[in-house]
């Protein structure tokens, strides 16, 4: 028996990262998965569709891109048209935004971040809310980040939508608390290729050389030595082996799981980068 047997699921950015781990591990769990991402449906039924219906789920894939309104009204449409209902929904997108300081930054590029990474999630609820609160049972989860809590420099647009995922994570569950719907949030650790795109985001903004390697590196060689008394937020975090994808997916499953049920308006850190 699974944990999420009979249940049925959205989870956005499903295409690669935290957000494809999320809906394995949703399908292996026995939920229907309805997955979506901006790259093309055949890639995503390729790297994740196929993947969940291996595990012996139902899938259903869209190319969506989740910042405009009518496409994300017909994603939850789509879905409780094949479905039946949404039970489950993950808003795991989001784009990391310009590497620069606000001064050299367009208004379009603040912009374009917020509305991928904060739209995504309003848009997500405004749509898939409806339907939990018309069968009083409901599980919303948020994908924020340690830099939801914390700064992390010359990244502004991405540290406002990351604490913006937080305060509208619990504000929302003050409002839907009464219809048996919990709304929270996951801080996850990082997995290597978005490590990579952001560690060479950070060499170009220092006009530094790049290593790749050395940052590859850091995924997969273990790191005895993480736990160090006295660190501060270090890169790594404070846990032996990081926290990548599957780890962010298990805290996606148990917040979706009945075991969590009293749990709501709760931002949950992986990695021990903070712990707060
Ligand atoms: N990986 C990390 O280092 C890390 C750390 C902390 C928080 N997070 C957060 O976790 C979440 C997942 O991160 P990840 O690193 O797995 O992401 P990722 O970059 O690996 O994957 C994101 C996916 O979202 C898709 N996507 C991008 N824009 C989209 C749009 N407008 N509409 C639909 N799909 C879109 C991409 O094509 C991609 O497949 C994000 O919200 C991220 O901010 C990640």
Redesign the pocket.
């Known amino acids: 028996m699974g944990r999420l047997d009979g249940r049925v699921a959205l989870v ?9 781990a999320v809906a394995i591990r949703f399908a292996e769990e026995g939920a229907a998965v309805a997955v ?4 093309p449906v055949d890639e995503l039924d390729g790297s994740v569709g196929e993947r969940i219906r291996a595990a012996g789920a139902e899938s259903l894939c869209s190319q ?4 405009k309104e009518e496409q994300v009204r017909k994603l939850v449409q789509q879905t409780i048209d094949r479905f039946g209902t949404i039970d489950i929904l993950v808003n ?5 935004g310009p590497t620069k300081d606000v001064w050299q930054m367009s208004l379009e590029e603040w912009r374009e971040t917020l509305a ?2 904060l739209d ?1 999630a309003f848009l997500g609820c405004k749509y898939a809310l409806p339907e939990m609160i018309r069968k009083r049972r409901g599980r919303v989860i948020n ?5 939801g809590k914390q700064p992390l420099s010359h990244r502004t647009p ?1 540290a406002t939508s ?1 604490m913006g995922i937080l305060g509208f994570t619990r504000t929302l569950a003050a409002d839907v608390g009464r219809y048996n719907i919990t709304v929270n949030a ?6 290597e ?3 990579v ?2 560690e060479r985001a950070r060499a170009e903004y220092r006009e530094e050389p790049f290593d790749e390697e050395a940052v590859r590196n850091r995924y997969r060689e273990p790191r005895p030595n993480a736990v160090l008394a006295g660190r501060w937020c270090g890169d790594e975090g404070f846990v032996e082996k990081g926290a ?2 599957e780890e ?1 997916a298990a805290i996606a499953l148990f917040l979706a799981s009945d075991d969590a049920a009293s749990m709501t308006g709760q931002d949950i850190n992986s990695g021990g980068w903070v712990m707060w």
Request: aromatic share 4%; charged share 15%; net charge neutral.
């Open positions: 956005t950015g499903a295409g690669r990262g935290h957000g494809k979506c991402d901006i790259l969506t891109d989740v910042s795991v997108v989001g784009i990391a991928v990474n995504s994908f924020s980040s340690g830099t991405y990351k996951i801080c996850p650790g990082s997995h290729e978005r490590g795109e952001l990548g994808s962010a």
